[in-house]
């Protein structure tokens, strides 16, 4: 658990500043008979926003019997949420019943961003996978894009068909997901490139993540050990306080990667031979050294000090804003560039934390605004070509990224989690996008609190954040792979 803990610790960053923001939260809110956090902002909104009648407003409790009852009739209850069997690399059209629902919302879409409350959630991965394979055979969506380093997700693309799925797996994606419950991603994934419609692996973070590529196609030894060294120098940066000693180093590191970004033109058909599964290597891996450059040139130097922080010592708080901020910048320009210049004909699925692709992510955590990928999105062509579905949980068990696991609380009064649970499913979804503005579903427009990871709460307008929510009941920490 300590090296996991080390690995990931930098890889938490987000999701630990969120705890210390979402004091903020907290401060604004009373305390129940029973020890659940009450918004009293909301708590009024709920007597006063909605009337159902001119004669009077309704109470809180008027409006949650209403909320209830709408949720109860206007859901979308799925059947499961397992990953289905192929056979013969297809899934039975029946099998897919229960997400024909989806089809009027989705079919239309370029990107469909699928997100999760936490990454520490076994029925997320599980519940992604299915939806996955649904939007892939169904609705024609062709590329996989994760929350992990561009160029590790491409080279591990670039030998799928010659590997088992766990070894695409464990060199493609950070470690939160190497889990038991993504294997059948991956083969999915596999069986597919047999056909004439394979489903593409992509990644858009631009964090190191351990080595990009193998350096073989180089056809230079010493720049090929030279490179690996980098890698592995990098790597221990990011576990660094020291910036004054990361700018010593940064030169020397700035001219391997720049040596290795002039000589791939020139190799680039040993790079095309080396990864021949993958059509667009050439160009995914200028992009990965590129923004490699960019990490090292400046990323690090506004990183580093972060983990003073997360170290428990003192540290300047925007340091953390300033790097999650960047970071988030930098995926939204690699996603935008991905959909642009490499699939520009086809449909792509969006893998990553609800923080990423929410909408408006600067006014979630009523504290110092970042605007975070999916809000720079917003401002983009794809605006209305996309579609962003956050996951919840109700309940049950949670890992977290820096190590550990907790229950989840029970869902707070007037929350996200206890409007969804009402409508008294297992797998819960719900379009808030193109609804009907009624009293039933008010709670959509005004402030609500959810969890982050579980345990730690944020208050947001729904609406303003996704187009839709699908909520499992009970979740279960991951199987993770060794």
Do not use: C
Not at 120 to 135: C, D, H, V
């Amino acid at each position: 658990m300590n090296s996991y803990k080390k690995d990931w610790k930098r890889r938490g960053t987000s999701l630990f500043l969120a705890s210390v923001m979402a004091f903020g939260t907290l401060l604004s809110f009373g305390t129940s008979a029973h020890g659940q956090e009450v918004s009293k902002e909301g708590a009024a909104a709920g007597t006063t926003l909605a009337a159902t009648s001119p004669e009077r407003a309704r109470t809180s409790t008027e409006a949650r019997q209403e909320w209830k009852e709408w949720m109860q009739q206007n859901t979308i209850a799925l059947d499961s949420i397992q990953p289905e069997t192929a056979k013969d690399t297809v899934v039975p059209a029946e099998r897919f019943t229960d997400l024909e629902a989806l089809k009027p919302l989705l079919q239309d879409k370029r990107i469909v961003y699928l997100g999760e409350s936490s990454h520490g959630a076994a029925e997320y991965n599980s519940a992604k996978t299915r939806l996955i394979q649904y939007l892939h055979q169904e609705l024609g969506f062709n590329v996989v894009a994760f929350e992990t380093n561009l160029g590790n997700a491409a080279s591990a693309y670039g030998s799928m068909t010659t590997r088992e799925p766990i070894a695409t797996m464990k060199d493609s994606i950070f470690r939160i997901w190497r889990v038991q419950e993504n294997v059948p991603l991956f083969q999915y994934m596999k069986d597919t490139q047999k056909t004439n419609t394979p489903l593409a692996l992509a990644g858009f973070d631009m964090q190191p993540q351990g080595q990009l590529i193998s350096g073989e196609w180089m056809g230079d030894e010493k720049l090929a050990k030279r490179f690996q060294e980098a890698e592995l120098e990098l790597d221990k940066w990011q576990q660094s306080e020291d910036v004054d000693a990361y700018r010593q180093a940064k030169p020397k590191l700035l001219d391997v990667y720049k040596q290795v970004r002039q000589l791939l033109p020139k190799r680039a058909e040993a790079l095309r031979s080396q990864y021949p599964d993958n059509p667009h290597i050439v160009k995914l891996t200028e992009r990965a050294l590129d923004n490699r450059i960019e990490v090292v040139d400046q990323y690090m130097e506004i990183s580093i000090p972060s983990t003073s922080f997360l170290n428990g010592k003192s540290a300047d708080y925007m340091t953390i804003i300033r790097s999650s901020e960047y970071r988030d910048r930098m995926m939204a320009d690699n996603l935008i560039w991905l959909a642009a210049n490499v699939y520009p004909n086809e449909k792509i699925i969006v893998w990553a934390h609800n923080g990423h692709i929410a909408k408006n992510y600067s006014k979630e955590m009523n504290s110092l605004p970042r605007r975070h990928m999916g809000e720079l999105m917003q401002s983009t062509k794809f605006k209305d070509e996309s579609y962003v579905i956050g996951l919840f949980m109700g309940g049950g068990a949670n890992a977290h990224v820096a190590g550990g696991f907790s229950d989840v609380l029970p869902p707070m009064a007037h929350s996200v989690e206890e409007v969804m649970k009402s409508a008294g499913h297992p797998y819960t979804f719900v379009d808030m996008r193109y609804q009907s503005r009624v009293p039933g579903n008010t709670w959509m427009t005004q402030p609500n609190i959810s969890y982050y990871d579980g345990v730690m709460p944020v208050s947001s307008i729904p609406l303003e954040q996704f187009d839709g929510m699908l909520l499992i009941d009970k979740v279960h920490s991951p199987d993770y792979l060794k």
